[in-house]
Every structure is written in structure tokens, then in C-alpha cells.
């Protein structure tokens, strides 16, 4: 039996070719991965900076939130209540302060527009 040495080369030689196609792939997939591993700890990093943001943000807005409803329940505290304004006559003004009837009129005008004024704005008025 005799040996074709120069076939045998030649299977020699393909199957290094073929090695090396293969080594050269395998290098390829082995970079593709270290650049993959790479931009997948980037966006490991970034979710957690936006995780953390997102966090943050949401324990600030829980405390705008509750300072929000607590401004809203003193406003409708404040709403719920009412001046009280004495409504006098221009003889009770003269009487309790001494002074002359224009200067009644004129304190009984002015009382009548501050509770017009005040009713305006929204604010209860009582009169007593």
C-alpha cells in the first residue's frame, strides 16, 4: 500500500486553512461578546442613574404631594370660616365713638364696602 504524500499535503493543508478560518471566527465572536459585556454594564450603569433619579423624584413628588393636599385642607379650612364684622347703625357709630354723623356715615360706608369687598373674594362674612 503506498501513501500519496502530496494528498496527504494537501488534506494538511485545508484542514489548517480551515483552523484558522475558525480561529479567526472564534476571535471574532470573542471580541463581539467583550463589546457586548462592555455596552451592557454602560446600560446596567444608566438604568440604575435613572433608577435612582426616578426614586428620588418619586420621594419628592410624595412630599409636594402631601404639601399639596396640606395646603389644600388649610384653604378649605379658611374657606369654611367667617368674618365677623359688626354692622352698626350711623347713631350706634356716633354713640360708641363720640364723633360726629358724617364721620358715622363715612366709617358705616366704609364697613359696608370692606364686607362687600371681603364677600367678593370668596370669604364669608358674618355680621353681628
Avoid at 451592557?40 to 423624584?57: A, F
Amino acid at each position: 500500500m503506498t501513501i500519496d504524500k502530496q494528498a496527504l499535503l494537501d488534506e494538511l493543508d485545508k484542514k489548517q486553512q480551515y483552523i484558522k478560518l475558525r480561529d479567526q471566527e472564534n476571535e471574532d465572536i470573542a471580541l463581539t461578546v467583550g463589546k457586548l459585556r462592555v455596552e451592557l454594564e454602560h446600560y446596567k450603569s444608566r438604568e440604575e442613574r435613572v433608577t435612582k433619579l426616578v426614586l428620588d423624584n418619586s420621594t419628592s413628588w410624595d412630599v409636594l404631594y402631601e404639601k399639596l393636599e396640606a395646603a389644600e385642607r388649610r384653604i378649605a379650612e379658611l374657606e369654611a370660616r367667617a368674618v365677623n364684622l359688626p354692622k352698626r347703625s350711623v347713631d350706634e357709630v356716633m354713640h360708641l365713638s363720640g364723633f360726629s354723623r358724617d364721620y358715622a356715615e363715612g366709617w358705616c360706608a366704609g364697613n359696608d364696602n370692606a364686607i362687600h369687598e371681603i364677600r367678593a373674594a370668596g370669604i364669608k362674612v358674618k355680621e353681628s
